[in-house]
């Protein structure tokens, strides 16, 4: 054993929801293998609502966040949005519109998903904590 191995078993988990994130990666990897990669945002999500259902896992689909106009793909267990895309890559705005979310939701956690990717490649967006919540507009 080294002296590593017990620091890292001393210290708090610092991954945000790590089992919840990790089911949805795996089910956001097979919608993408069910699928491929060119179907539509819906079809996926229409996927990913169903596998939800089947496991029991809470969720909520297009989330309408009140006193805003935002409305976000999943919120799954009150502790993850989880955001779809279709689209050639992801660019500055998806992250400033995840980041929207989860500050306006007060949620830690968002997963943004592009499906459209040859290799999937869910991407892990923490909130920011700050005073100017409109610097993600």
């Known amino acids: 054993m080294h002296a590593n191995d017990t620091n890292a078993r001393n210290q708090p ?8 994130s990790y089911l949805l990666t795996g089910i956001c990897f097979e919608a ?7 179907a539509r ?13 089947m496991l029991r896992i809470p969720y909520i689909r297009e989330k309408y ?8 793909d999943f919120l799954v267990d009150d502790k993850i949005i989880l955001e779809l895309k279709t689209r050639d890559s992801i660019i500055r705005e998806d ?8 500050q306006d939701a007060k949620v830690k956690l ?4 592009n499906f459209r990717n040859r290799y999937l490649k869910p991407i892990r967006v923490i909130r920011i904590d ?3 919540p409109s610097k993600f507009v």
Do not use: A
């Not at 988990?13 to 919840?20: A, F, G, M, V």
């Not at 993408?32 to 060119?38: I, K």
């Open 110 to 113: 968002g997963l943004l998903v």
């Open 41 to 53: 945002e819906r079809q996926y999500g229409d996927f990913l609502e169903n596998k939800f259902q």
């Open 13 to 20: 988990e610092k991954l945000i929801h790590p089992q919840l």
């Open 65 to 72: 966040v009140k006193n805003t106009r935002n409305i976000f």
């Open 32 to 38: 993408h293998n069910n699928l491929g990669r060119f």
């Open 130 to 132: 700050t005073d100017v």
């Open 95 to 102: 992250y400033h519109q995840i980041q929207r979310y989860l």
